[in-house]
């Protein structure tokens, strides 16, 4: 029997997650990181409505339920750096920034201080030991919902040390299986949103960032001036829509932040098949075959990467669009996670 902590968010994963390791036979607790500010929006996680919803369900399993107070990490490791991001004309990802820093760090640091075993989180994902015995993370088998896109950071150490009880299940099994336990967060909605930005993200930088909602030239790719931007920060790359510009269509194809421009395009901006990726992990020995996955859920793209000097190069086969400095590439083998970065730059 494991002593094991379950990272509780008061959806239904975390605690189909936390009732199937109870029915293994584990000691089970039940943890809830509260980082948003009391009286959040009762349909969001890591809300006050979310804690509740935690602590209902560890009762009807007759498990502990604590609740931990991570408002100032969570602003200072997730928050404050997706604003800064944000604000530079970068798109970054906060639950990869939550899962890295937070989540899989801190949380799991207390979790094995207080003697625990493991900690274990509702994400579709999975850990697989390759032939050498090696620690692997894999995508989930329910490709729609696969989160293993939000874990690439998850070194070897930290593998070790989580368990992912919904790794071999599929969304459909889950709900059903939280019915038939009679767990209070059965038909409880999924969460879509930004967990802390209660209307647009734009808005929300704006009001941290001032500097990201002054107004400034729109320009085509030859520097012609065709419009007049309310903010970069309400603009990301491959964006259409609410651009107020005639002539079109028009897309944005880069954000100059250092000069409040935003460059637009007709038609979708060029393809690219270059990335440089920043802040980079991994894992196998030199040059690699990999498949490229450049956005939650988008298609893999088959690629080759390049590890040199700490940076890592996709080189994809096919070129593709939309692609925003910022964002997080994750490489595969198969369903091997084997690393990935952030966008610096492409061509």
């Known amino acids: 029997m494991a002593s094991l902590w379950v990272a509780m968010s008061g959806g239904v994963d975390s605690s189909v997650a936390a009732a199937r390791l109870v029915r293994q036979g584990h000691s089970v607790t039940g943890v809830t990181m509260q980082v948003l500010p009391e009286g959040e929006d009762p349909g969001r996680c890591c809300s006050t409505d979310a804690v509740r919803a935690a602590r209902r369900v560890c009762d009807h399993l007759g498990i502990e339920h604590y609740t931990l107070n991570m408002r100032d990490v969570f602003e200072s490791e997730v ?3 997706f604003v800064r991001e944000y604000a530079a004309g ?10 890295d820093r937070v989540k899989f760090a801190i949380l799991l640091a207390r979790a094995r201080t207080h003697g625990a075993d493991s900690l274990a989180s509702g994400h579709y994902a999975r850990i697989v030991a390759d032939e050498t015995g090696s620690l692997w993370l894999h995508r989930g088998r329910d490709v729609s919902k696969d989160q293993s896109y939000f874990l690439y950071r998850l070194d070897e150490p930290a593998i070790r040390f989580v368990c992912f009880p919904l790794g071999d299940v599929t969304k459909a099994e889950v709900r059903e299986e939280a019915r038939a336990l009679g767990l209070p967060t059965a038909e409880r909605p999924e969460s879509q949103e930004i967990c802390f930005i209660p209307d647009d993200v734009g808005s929300f930088v704006v009001n941290r960032a001032p500097v990201a909602g002054e107004s400034g030239p729109i320009v085509d790719e030859k520097g012609i001036h065709v419009g007049t931007h309310d903010g970069i920060a309400r603009y990301t790359i491959g964006q259409r829509k609410g651009l107020g510009l005639s002539g079109g269509p028009w897309y944005v194809a880069r954000i100059r932040a250092d000069e409040n421009i935003v460059v637009v395009c007709h038609g979708t901006p060029a393809p690219i ?4 990726l920043e802040d980079a ?3 196998p020995e030199g040059h690699e075959r990999i498949e490229a996955v450049i956005r939650y859920r988008a298609t893999s793209v088959p690629a080759q990467a390049r590890w040199s000097g700490g940076r890592l190069t996709v080189e994809l086969d096919s070129p593709a669009g939309g692609v925003a400095c910022g964002q997080a590439v994750v490489c595969y083998v198969g369903d091997r996670v084997v690393g990935g970065g952030v966008v610096g730059a492409t061509r």
Do not use: G, H, S
């Open 273 to 276: 098949t270059t990335i440089e």
């Open 90 to 99: 970068r798109t970054p990802n906060p639950c990869i920034a939550c899962n």
């Open 79 to 81: 928050v404050a750096p």
């Open 281 to 283: 992990v991994w894992r």
